[in-house]
Nanobody, 120 residues
Framework: QVQLVESGGGLVQAGGSLRLSCVAS????????MGWYRQAPGKEREFVAA????????YYADTVKGRFTISRDNAKNTVYLQMNSLNPEDTAIYYC?????????????WGQGTQVTVSS
């Protein structure tokens, strides 16, 4: 079975940084593009960032471009999201996804999510 486990969330002050990790199992990791999505209270889940199978192509939502960086380590079956210059609008549960298509299209393979809270 495909399992995705996110970690690295927490409480951080505005302007601070966090690095999220997502460890995958049950799939051939290097054949999948990977993505990060987030969902804030009362809002729909939204796309944040995606990286193709070998890490050479990345997509970002306009709201995070220049602040967030997605990367992957196929030897560790792990995808990362480095988040800098965080603001309260970034507060959400962040989910990892093993993407179904490239350009990014989400699959039903989601992690449990990790909470990111940014205080003002």
């Amino acid at each position: 079975q495909v399992q995705l486990v996110e970690s690295g969330g927490g409480l951080v002050q505005a302007g601070g940084s966090l690095r999220l990790s997502c460890v995958a199992s049950g799939l051939t990791f290097s054949t999948y593009a990977m993505g990060w999505y987030r969902q804030a209270p009362g809002k729909e889940r939204e796309f944040v960032a995606a990286v193709n199978w070998d890490g050479r192509i990345t997509y970002y939502a306009d709201t995070v471009k220049g602040r967030f960086t997605i990367s992957r380590d196929n030897a560790k079956n792990t995808v990362y999201l480095q988040m800098n210059s965080l603001n309260p609008e970034d507060t959400a549960i962040y989910y990892c996804n093993a993407l179904r298509n490239w350009p990014p299209v989400a699959s039903n393979y989601w992690g449990q999510g990790t909470q990111v809270t940014v205080s003002s």
